[in-house]
């Protein structure tokens, strides 16, 4: 799709997804669910943010992520999954890495790497590399990349039914926030739901959030529990997706061991009175942008992840699931190996001054260590 702008200003993708989510308000009688919405902000094959080849992540990007940080953070995954992974080894010719929401495969390389120093040859020649990509033309990319990297280890799938594995090693990096979310609100008797409709009384026919009964019974037996105590106007947001989501990975593997590390809440959190307008931001070049409904396709729409309702969606799907902890922790106790190895050689090299700056960053609370939560999950374990 062209990037040519138009007698309006806008971009032809702006207006050719302006013009399909309006015509899908339409087909909704006028007011479009949000989480519906933010699937077409992010997912459409041809117009959505994540599916675009646009720069999202990095200094250069709308975010950083802890990949984006450096190769610390591949390194650290490594070394918390390597006694995993020999042990799996142990009962099987092969142990699959799985990764979700790969961008451009950078965690892939740097687990790689290590992990080919960590462990031992016969048991590194039978591990392999997954990425779930759905996405055709981001399948292409990263096919392109290990392929011209030489990376024969990789290989790329649409989805979770093209796997069957005994062992399987689970991580998915800020892929939980992605997933799109309901929004209600507190209007001071009542769990509203808010959709997305059309001011239009203004000229530009402007995306407005608009409030309507809820209807879906799924959603309505999760917000009967909620608080009827807060401030009128209190928003929150609510994945049904979840129970999907997982149940699609669960019969993927026999055995499987997972991590999901994404920033997120207790649910007695997401009702603190500091949260009345919700957690659902936006992001463009690093800034958050007030308006989420006003550029879809160009900017980040992300929420914090319930890892209460997360939890128990993993849980009703066969999973066990382990206490959900914060980066810090799960970190500093990955990273004892290698910080016991430094502490022996003494001072640092240059590589390694430059690692540890990472490191600090990654887990420093006021940073990325108290914000960003991992959620570890079993099979067959």
């Given at each position: 799709m062209s990037e040519q702008a138009t007698d309006n200003g806008q971009s032809a993708q702006e207006n050719s997804i302006m013009s399909l989510i309006h015509e899908k308000i339409h087909e909704s009688d006028s007011a479009l669910p949000f989480d519906e919405f933010m699937e077409l902000a992010l997912y459409h094959p041809n117009y959505g943010y994540y599916t675009s080849a646009r720069k999202r992540v990095g200094s250069d990007g709308d975010f950083i992520t802890s990949v984006s940080v450096g190769k610390c953070f591949g390194m650290i995954l490594a070394y918390h999954f390597a006694p995993v992974i020999e042990t799996m080894a142990c009962n099987s010719d092969e142990v699959v890495i799985v990764e979700l929401g790969a961008e451009e495969g950078e965690m892939a390389k740097d687990m790689m790497v290590t992990l080919s120093e960590l462990l031992s040859d016969s048991v590194f020649n039978r591990l392999r590399y997954i990425v779930v990509e759905p996405f055709a033309a981001k399948r292409t990319e990263l096919h392109s990349i290990f392929i011209s990297e030489g990376l024969d280890k990789f290989e790329v799938i649409s989805n979770f039914s093209e796997l069957s594995a005994k062992n399987c090693i689970l991580i998915a990096n800020e892929v939980l926030d992605a997933i799109p979310v309901k929004r209600v609100r507190w209007n001071g008797n009542e769990w509203v739901e808010i959709s997305v409709g059309v001011d239009e009384c203004g000229e530009a026919k402007k995306l407005v959030g608009t409030e309507r009964e809820i209807a879906s019974s799924e959603l309505m037996e999760i917000v009967k529990d909620y608080p009827?105590?807060?401030?009128?106007?209190?928003?929150?947001?609510?994945?049904?997706?979840?129970?999907?989501?997982?149940?699609?990975?669960?019969?993927?593997?026999?055995?499987?061991?997972?991590?999901?590390?994404?920033?997120?809440?207790?649910?007695?959190?997401?009702?603190?009175?500091?949260?009345?307008?919700?957690?659902?931001?936006?992001?463009?070049?690093?800034?958050?942008?007030?308006?989420?409904?006003?550029?879809?396709?160009?900017?980040?729409?992300?929420?914090?992840?319930?890892?209460?309702?997360?939890?128990?969606?993993?849980?009703?799907?066969?999973?066990?699931?382990?206490?959900?902890?914060?980066?810090?922790?799960?970190?500093?106790?990955?990273?004892?190996?290698?910080?016991?190895?430094?502490?022996?050689?003494?001072?640092?090299?240059?590589?390694?001054?430059?690692?540890?700056?990472?490191?600090?960053?990654?887990?420093?609370?006021?940073?990325?260590?108290?914000?960003?939560?991992?959620?570890?999950?079993?099979?067959?374990?």
């Open positions: 009827t105590t807060l401030a009128e106007g209190f928003t929150a947001e609510v994945n049904l997706r979840f129970n999907n989501f997982f149940e699609d990975i669960f019969p993927a593997a026999e055995i499987l061991y997972g991590c999901f590390i994404d920033y997120g809440l207790e649910e007695d959190a997401i009702f603190d009175p500091g949260r009345k307008n919700g957690t659902l931001r936006a992001y463009s070049k690093h800034g958050i942008v007030d308006d989420p409904l006003s550029s879809p396709g160009r900017i980040d729409l992300t929420a914090h992840v319930n890892f209460d309702h997360a939890s128990s969606a993993a849980k009703d799907c066969g999973f066990e699931v382990n206490s959900v902890t914060d980066q810090y922790h799960f970190l500093v106790k990955a990273a004892e190996p290698w910080l016991l190895e430094i502490e022996k050689a003494g001072d640092p090299d240059a590589e390694t001054a430059k690692l540890l700056r990472q490191f600090k960053m990654l887990f420093h609370p006021s940073v990325m260590g108290q914000n960003f939560k991992v959620m570890e999950i079993k099979k067959g374990i």
